[in-house]
């Protein structure tokens, strides 16, 4: 890549295109949003509708006054701020392939994927209800992850398949031991990270799990949860190139705005599974 040759749209829309590819977490939000995002401190607003209400319909009978639906209005703070500044030498670049810049650019979508994801999961606190167990073993999880299930729809999530359990990969290793066949459908269509399904619903493997340790046992806050439960505002704000002023180098800086919320915590579930450390 050459300064010259540098658009800053077409490079925003590749490094969307690259994370939307690497992410997991953000991938499971809702991210249908309208907001004017500027800077940090930017709001988002969200707005619902209430409960419709369902009656007994008589032939031939007037029904009554239409009910007027309430609207909910909650907001989103773009709190999250994330900024990266590479540089490549010329002679490292007349050395290298042309495609040098763009495998930096990758890597660059990688590691601000994993900061959003991560930045998700951190939003475990907001589960609607928690299950809890010390020893997770392959023994037991494929049950906690049922239970999991069992509680969304008793909250009234009726398809499975909107159902997305995330895990780390050490709650994925027991997943994986307890012996049971994972439903993949088409295993050519399975998306990045997802190791199968159970009971519909979709298994995600994530390194950016939140995690905590108590005497040696690591405690995975792994989630069940369907994709209106947390909604994910972004913007990449900035991305430029330029020519730093004491190197003979092409240079890349960008912006990644973004801020996330729990909105439906009922349809979210924390597994909050310990796992003893080897």
């Known amino acids: 890549m050459a300064i010259s040759n540098f658009i800053p749209t077409v490079w925003s829309e590749n490094l969307?295109?690259?994370?939307?590819k690497k992410y997991i977490a953000v991938r499971h939000c809702n991210r249908e949003f309208e907001g004017d995002?500027?800077?940090?401190?930017?709001?988002?607003?969200?707005v619902g509708v209430g409960?419709?209400?369902?009656?007994?319909?008589?032939?031939?009978?007037?029904m009554s006054e239409p009910?007027?639906?309430?609207d909910t209005l909650r907001t989103l703070s773009i709190n999250q701020a994330k900024a990266f500044n590479f540089q490549i030498d010329d002679i490292d670049r007349a050395q290298c392939t042309p495609k040098l810049m763009n495998e930096a650019m990758k890597i660059a979508a990688s590691a601000l994927a994993n900061a959003a994801d991560a930045h998700?999961?951190?939003?475990?606190?907001?589960?609607?209800?928690?299950?809890?167990?010390?020893?997770?073993?392959?023994?037991?999880?494929?049950?906690?992850?049922?239970?999991?299930?069992?509680?969304?729809?008793?909250?009234n999530v009726s398809d499975a398949s909107d159902i997305v359990i995330e895990v780390s990969p050490a709650v994925a290793a027991l997943i994986l031991k307890a012996k049971i066949e994972l439903s993949t459908d088409n295993a050519d269509a399975l998306d990045n990270g997802c190791i199968g399904s159970i009971g519909g619903c979709k298994i995600y493997v994530s390194n950016n799990i939140a995690s905590s340790d108590i005497d040696g046992t690591v405690f995975y806050k792994c989630l069940a949860r369907t994709k209106r439960a947390i909604a994910f505002a972004e913007q990449l704000s900035e991305i430029n190139a330029y020519r730093p002023e004491k190197r003979f180098a092409d240079a890349v800086k960008g912006l990644h705005l973004y801020g996330a919320k729990v909105v439906y915590p009922n349809e979210m579930v924390l597994l909050n599974l310990g796992v003893v450390s080897a």
């Open 51 to 62: 409960d419709v209400s369902v009656f007994d319909y008589t032939k031939d009978t007037d």
């Open 16 to 20: 969307y295109t690259q994370l939307d």
């Open 37 to 46: 995002i500027k800077e940090k401190g930017s709001m988002v607003n969200i």
């Open 120 to 155: 998700v999961f951190s939003l475990f606190t907001g589960a609607g209800s928690t299950i809890n167990e010390a020893e997770t073993t392959a023994a037991n999880i494929i049950d906690h992850l049922i239970d999991a299930r069992t509680r969304l729809f008793a909250n």
């Open 67 to 70: 009910q007027a639906l309430s």
